[in-house]
């Protein structure tokens, strides 16, 4: 199947020739209706409203809670009533009057990098395997600057470095 | 999508016990094995978008999965509770007639078997995978990977050769 190293070919070759225990047809007929749930599942599309809804409420809250933190100082901002500055209501009113966020900066952060040994590609060529552990951030700002969304995303880099072997 | 799912059905017939076997090597216990394994296909299925998975993708999600049931607590509990019935009566390899012998010795001492060696001996021999592969899906260097097959082998030697003298 491939050009493996074999360390015992003998005891590979017996070993190989022993199959893992057959399935039982309760277990595959299980397997088959849960993918085939899923298929179905997947194949329905949610309603739009529905899927704009639960994209809508976090960051509409989320912006919601920044916008009253910038716009609103404690000592100029009239206090307010209770019932006035509850989430749900900062909610509702982001609902009714959308805010136009753009992106305005990206940054990318390197945590970290980890030399993982060597590896080789199926043509003997040596590389060496090194992680690098990043940090994405993404600052979204709406027109006047009052709104500003930033959230980070933690990512992965793999890469294969040539290396001579002597 | 019919097309796909038939896909995935004779996927199922070929990979099924293969995967069941390192399963059940993650999990001892059958009924965590089969469930981690249906939550690793199901994953699979979503994240191919219905494609049949490369091999490699099902073992890491297999494991992980795994990894995920044993750090809950109360399925630990019942876990070791069903383990010793289990790893008694349920055959890892096929025990037909002829082999019958063979498969119950390489059943114990697969069983008995170091775990770091013998998960790298079930991708490598039963799974199919090549070490680079191997050493991806449990993220450990392929050197590394290599040298627990190598051991793994080793210890089955002496097992058998103890078992059979």
């Known amino acids: 199947m491939n050009k493996e190293p074999e360390f015992d070919p003998e005891l590979e070759r017996d070993l190989r020739a022993l199959k893992p225990a057959a399935a039982d047809s309760r277990l595959l007929e299980r397997l088959e209706e849960v993918l085939s749930k899923t298929a179905a599942a997947e194949s329905t599309p949610a309603p739009p409203t529905e899927a704009w809804r639960q994209w809508l409420a976090p960051v509409a809250g989320a912006a919601a809670m920044i916008a009253a933190l910038l716009v609103l100082p404690p000592e100029r901002a009239p206090e307010p009533t209770p019932s006035a500055f509850t989430p749900a209501a900062l909610v509702e009113a982001l609902e009714e009057e959308p805010v136009d966020l753009k992106p305005v900066q990206v940054q990318n952060h390197v945590l970290g990098a980890l030399e993982e040994g060597i590896v080789s590609t199926p043509n003997d060529q040596p590389f060496h395997k090194v992680r690098l552990r990043l940090l994405d951030s993404f600052t979204w700002e709406d027109d006047s600057g009052a709104t500003r969304i930033k959230y980070t995303v933690p990512r992965e880099e793999h890469f294969l470095i040539p290396a001579t072997i002597y | 999508m019919e ?21 059940r090597a993650q999990t001892r216990c059958e009924a965590d094995a089969e469930d981690v394994l249906q939550d690793a296909l199901v994953e699979c299925w979503r994240r191919s978008k ?9 073992y890491a999600t297999l494991r992980r999965r795994a990894i995920d049931l044993a750090r809950s607590t109360d399925r630990r509990v019942a876990r070791e509770e069903t383990v010793v019935a289990d790893i008694e009566t349920v055959c890892w390899f096929d025990a037909a007639l002829t082999k019958a012998e063979a498969a119950s010795i390489l059943d114990r001492a697969m069983k008995k078997m170091p775990e770091k060696f013998r998960e790298v001996m079930l991708l490598k021999i039963w799974g199919g995978l090549t070490f680079a592969q191997v050493a991806e899906t449990l993220d450990i260097p392929m050197n590394t990977a290599a040298s627990r097959y190598r051991y793994g082998l080793e210890f089955l030697r002496k097992d058998t050769e103890l078992s059979q003298s």
Request: hydrophobic fraction near 45%.
């Open chain 2, 3 to 23: 097309t796909k799912v038939r896909d995935w059905q004779s996927w199922l017939r070929e990979h099924t016990p293969r995967l069941l076997l390192f399963a």
């Open chain 2, 50 to 58: 219905g494609a049949t998975p490369e091999l490699p993708l099902v």
